[in-house]
């Protein structure tokens, strides 16, 4: 996975986590072990990056073959407008 799905998890992390740790009822930090596959030191941080990595790679959208559209017919905002009912059908969000 990419440093960008690390860091969007961190965030997502800290937020979730955010009151218990403010209560001290949780010290969940986010430091990183000296593995090779860079895991958390924590178990709690790092079974819920596991989990948040897989929901990742469990998404596929399918979009069709080339062979399938022509493009010179369509404008790139049909392109697009096609790529984003995709996305949605597999009931993903698309940024505006």
Known sequence: ????????????????????????????????????????????????????LASREAIEIELPSIQCVELHSYSHRDVLAYCEKAIMAAGLKVKP
Do not use: C
């Open 1 to 52: 996975m990419t440093d960008k799905a690390r860091e969007e998890f961190e965030v997502w992390f800290k937020y979730n986590y955010q009151w218990f740790i403010k209560q001290g009822l949780v010290v969940y930090g986010l430091e990183r072990s000296k593995d090779p596959l860079n895991h958390y030191a924590n178990p709690i941080p790092n079974h819920d990056y596991r989990v948040w």
